[in-house]
């Protein structure tokens, strides 16, 4: 599969005028800037949980939306499942015999529509 992380150029980085002006700063307030530097260094590796979530949950969405691009490209029928608290099963345009059964043990079912 195709990884769908992208690099996210710094666009907040300085130019070497901004860049002097802040050495500059630094010079003036140089215990402020040492509480930030430290700060920056000590939390360098946090992501906060839904970031992290979200970051997961979009990778495998677009790998979805990848795969079934490739199915129909390949001419391959394809079909979005649903899921239902039905306890029967209902399946369009597929042979019965793959679907036999039921899962109503679990109190729960699930179809396909076709798009």
Known sequence: ???H???VTDSGSMD?????????????FPDEFRALAEFCA???GFVDDRLARFDREIQF??????RCDALRANGLPFSYPTVST????????ASTSRW?????AS??????TSR
């Open 86 to 93: 039905a306890a029967e099963v209902a399946v369009e345009g």
């Open 5 to 7: 992380l992208v690099e």
């Open 16 to 28: 070497h005028v901004e860049a002097r002006i802040v050495e500059l700063v630094a010079r003036l």
């Open 107 to 112: 109190g729960r079912s699930s179809s396909t």
């Open 1 to 3: 599969m195709e990884s």
């Open 61 to 66: 969405y677009l790998a979805y939306l990848e």
């Open 100 to 104: 036999r059964g039921s899962s109503a």
């Open 42 to 44: 000590g939390h360098a």
